[in-house]
């Protein structure tokens, strides 16, 4: 076998690889609404790095509708947004955004496991300047050092 052939059949398979792991838009749709199901619900936060992070919330509650609150544990609303997950991403990606940091135009890129009952999340903080993001890049691992924020949750009651 010519080195032109072996070539030709080895970027065949990268190629094929590669393309086998892009999910399709059937298939991102099923994944999204199957994660969707075990993502939403109260959530109660069980760690958080820096200490002190997510200020006085004991709590995040995921709605159906692309909501979060952020709460006391008086179950008091703190503050409220609006998040985006995509569970085919590799690592999942968690975007999410305060409404009083969507006036100053700040966003927040994450990722997260999860777990069973358990979630983690890993984040940085940034603004979108156009098409550019200005901020540390996405984590690709839940570790402190390439992220501004880490969270660890535990449901305590699913989406109603």
């Not at 969707?36 to 509650?61: C, D, Q, S």
């Not at 703190?78 to 995509?86: H, K, Q, V, Y």
Request: proline letters at 4%; glycine letters at 8%; one cysteine or more.
């Amino acid at each position: 076998m010519t080195r032109t052939t072996m070539a030709t059949i080895f970027l065949t398979i990268v190629a094929g690889v590669g393309m086998a792991e892009v999910p399709s838009a059937e298939d991102k749709k099923t994944a999204l609404a199957q994660e969707w199901t075990h993502f939403t619900g109260v959530w109660e936060i069980v760690a958080v790095k820096p200490e002190g992070a997510t200020k006085n919330a004991t709590r995040l509650v995921f709605k159906k509708d692309g909501t979060y609150a952020a709460q006391n544990n008086k179950g008091e609303e703190l503050w409220a947004g609006t998040f985006e997950i995509d569970p085919t991403a590799k690592p999942k990606v968690w975007d999410h955004r305060s409404h009083d940091a969507k006036k100053k135009g700040d966003d927040v890129l994450g990722i997260y496991e999860r777990d069973g009952e358990k979630l983690k999340f890993a984040c940085v903080v940034g603004q979108w300047k156009g098409t550019k993001w200005v901020g540390k890049p996405r984590p690709k691992s839940i570790d402190l050092k390439e992220a501004d924020v880490l969270l660890e949750l535990k449901r305590i009651a699913p989406a109603k």
